[in-house]
């Protein structure tokens, strides 16, 4: 049997991952050529967790079946949330090869609470939701999102902060239209906290800056869960 390494990257781009796999002794070099060098015209990719096991040829066949619904043709990249695929990858027998400073248990129970965590974005009604902010340079900033069959909708008309030169932003803000700090167009994203991102221009906690018109954080919809 056939042994070798299958790991699972993040990328620049939120929600996408790149799952391959490796010889044992190549893993290190791949890596490496991978976060240097990106894959698919894709960039930013980091490692996040990485498996020895048998049969690898059939456990990469085996998970891009699972898997086919989300991957990208002709890739290995997936439209995957990052801890459903190192849940998957932390249950396979074998020996883990990244992260060194966890066992497979403990990366196991940390993407089962993330993914449980995750859940809780479907709590939150579907309707309209604010943001209000003041800004000591740019004024003040009101927006608005909808929620819609767990979509955080942010509205169009809304009003954003810029992001400081040469920060890094997620792909949502990046591509987003906004014409003199103004957003031109709707903006879907998965969730609350990216929603928060679009308009403040840096990360944030989208469970407490969203509010309801009676002035209430959003958090509290998972406070009742």
Not at 4 to 30: A, H, Q
Not at 83 to 97: I, N, Y
Not at 129 to 150: C, F, I, N, P, W
Not at 195 to 200: D, Q, Y
Request: proline share 4%; net charge negative.
């Amino acid at each position: 049997m056939a042994k070798g390494i299958i790991y699972v990257m993040t990328t620049v781009v939120p929600g996408l991952v790149k799952i391959g796999k490796t010889g044992t002794s190549n893993f290190e070099n791949r890596m490496y050529a991978l976060e240097r060098n990106g894959y698919f015209n894709v960039v930013g990719l980091k490692r996040e967790f990485a498996i020895e096991v048998e049969d690898y040829d059939e456990k990469e066949d085996m998970l891009d079946e699972i898997f086919s619904r989300s991957r990208v043709p002709n890739s290995e990249l997936f439209a995957l949330d990052i801890d459903l695929v190192k849940q998957l990858l932390s249950s396979f027998e074998g020996r883990q090869v990244y992260p060194k400073a966890e066992s497979k248990d403990e990366v196991f129970d940390k993407a089962t609470e993330e993914l449980s965590a995750k859940d809780s974005w479907s709590v939150v009604p579907d309707g309209e939701y604010y943001l209000s902010r003041k800004d000591k340079t740019h004024g003040h900033v009101e927006a608005t999102m909808q929620v819609k069959d767990g979509s955080f909708i942010v509205k169009s008309g809304s009003r954003c902060l810029p992001v400081p030169e040469g920060h890094w932003m997620p792909e949502a803000r990046r591509t987003a239209h906004i014409e003199s700090g103004v957003l031109a167009e709707d903006v879907a994203c998965n969730a609350p906290s990216t929603a928060g991102w679009i308009v403040l221009g840096h990360s944030c906690n989208g469970w407490t800056c969203w509010k309801d018109q009676n002035g209430k954080a959003i958090d509290q919809f998972r406070k009742r869960k």
